[in-house]
């Protein structure tokens, strides 16, 4: 590892990131959260090469980054956040870089968040504006990537779609970005305590803290959305799963091969060694910018090969 990668990994350590998650109560932490997205604002992005505008879905805002040029191809960019934080300006920008480099429209959806609903909400937003989507381009032509809680999101379309929404065709590809799902087993949970002592962003601990907030207060919500990797993957296409071998949520990586297996899923599964939550997004050292361009290369080849 280079030496701005092992100072960058100190920084985020001392500036108590991780510390965030823990240390108060569901409601407290809650609370917190609404304040911070009371904050946060949608970017005014502007770019010659596309058409940038704001659409709604069930009332929340949809991002559209079109490409002039017309392409045949596009991308549900699903960006994280624990289930409680919106997108980042920051993020969203590097969505439109993402979209310059790979050459697909990207729709980008401000789901509802688990502050406020249950987590069946966020499904049912994400699964209508890929319906939105269809409109005008092929399933097989749509890619999706979600990133954290964004690439459990995406992963969790396939099982929405098969809890009764099979008139829905499936998307042609996923690429999921160290998906935050919960732990399902004690073998799970011992993994990610061992892999807590490493990382420095998302403390284990939150993985069980996040069952109670993604329920709301309704215990309806599905267990494939809690615990994703008991979901049906029947008829899932290709998907690409990215981890750091550093972070806690890699240790709910055997229990998604074992899934992917069972239902004859072709997929890859890329671990960085010695990487961070999400590394190829957040691309300012080397270890990272290699993993931003592979995320780009490979959204490229899988999407122009449909």
């Known amino acids: 590892m280079s030496l701005k990668y092992e100072v960058l990994k100190q920084l985020v350590r001392w500036s108590g990131l991780k510390r965030m998650w823990v240390g108060k109560s569901t409601e407290e932490l809650l609370e917190n959260r609404r304040r911070q997205n009371a904050k946060n604002r949608i970017p005014a992005l502007r770019d010659d090469a596309f058409d940038i505008s704001l659409t709604e879905v069930m009332g929340f805002p949809v991002l559209k980054l079109i490409h002039k040029r017309k392409a045949d191809r ?61 409109r005008d381009y092929a399933p097989e032509r749509i890619s999706v990537l979600g990133t954290s809680s964004g690439g459990n999101l995406a992963l969790g379309m396939v099982p929405y779609i098969n809890d009764g929404h099979g008139d829905t065709p499936i998307p042609g590809y996923i690429m999921a970005l160290s998906p935050g799902t919960c732990v399902s087993t004690e073998e799970e949970w011992q993994r990610m305590l061992a892999l807590d002592k490493k990382d420095v962003a998302i403390p284990a601990q939150y993985m069980k803290t996040a069952v109670e907030i993604m329920r709301h207060g309704d215990s309806s919500v599905p267990d494939y959305m809690i615990w994703l990797q008991r979901g049906d993957f029947t008829g899932c296409p290709r998907v690409t799963f990215i981890y750091g071998s550093d972070e806690t949520l890699y240790a709910c990586a055997p229990s998604f091969e074992a899934a992917m297996k069972k239902y004859g899923v072709d997929y890859q599964m890329i671990v960085g060694e010695g990487m961070f939550h999400c590394y190829p997004v957040f691309p300012i050292v080397k270890e990272a910018r290699e993993g931003w361009k592979l995320m780009v290369r490979l959204m490229k080849e899988a999407t122009s090969n449909e």
Do not use: Q, W
Not at 95 to 109: C, M, Q, S, V, W
Not at 116 to 125: I, W
């Open 74 to 134: 596009a991308n549900l960019f699903l960006i994280g956040g624990g289930m409680i934080s919106a997108p980042r300006p920051a993020s969203v920008r590097k969505a439109l870089r993402f979209a310059k480099e790979t050459g697909l429209d990207l729709f980008i959806p401000y789901y509802p968040l688990c502050t406020d609903y249950p987590l069946t909400r966020a499904y049912e937003m994400i699964h209508e504006t890929y319906k939105v989507m269809l």
